[in-house]
Nanobody, 127 residues
Framework: QVQLVESGGGLVHSGGSLRLSCAAS????????VGWVRRAPGKEHIGIAC????????YYADSVKGRFTISRDNAKSTISLQMDSLKPEDTAVYYC????????????????????WGRGTQVTVAS
């Protein structure tokens, strides 16, 4: 049974940093695409970063490119999201996600591409 459990959310001031972690179980990490989806207040879910299963390529939404870094540790079965230069518009619930299929530029942002979701962790960026 695939399980994803996020940690590391909280309150930070604009310009600050946070690191989210996701403990994964029930599957082999590098056999799956893993990523992060967020939902900001009043907005739809959107994928912001992922590591694709086939080739390990990473994809980032334009809104976070250059500021966020996704990584995975296969030995520890964890997925991390390092978030730097945070902005108030990064305020959202962040979900760790996984899927058995590879992702590409054309589809990684769609939340419907991911079959497995954690419960989410709140990130609040104060101005």
């Amino acid at each position: 049974q695939v399980q994803l459990v996020e940690s590391g959310g909280g309150l930070v001031h604009s310009g600050g940093s946070l690191r989210l972690s996701c403990a994964a179980s029930g599957f082999t990490l590098d056999d799956y695409t893993v990523g992060w989806v967020r939902r900001a207040p009043g907005k739809e879910h959107i994928g912001i970063a992922c590591i694709s299963s086939t080739d390990g390529n990473t994809y980032y939404a334009d809104s976070v490119k250059g500021r966020f870094t996704i990584s995975r540790d296969n030995a520890k079965s964890t997925i991390s999201l390092q978030m730097d230069s945070l902005k108030p518009e990064d305020t959202a619930v962040y979900y760790c996600v996984a899927d058995a299929e590879p992702k590409y530029w054309r589809n990684f942002e769609s939340p419907f591409e991911y079959d497995y979701w954690g419960r989410g962790t709140q990130v609040t960026v104060a101005s």
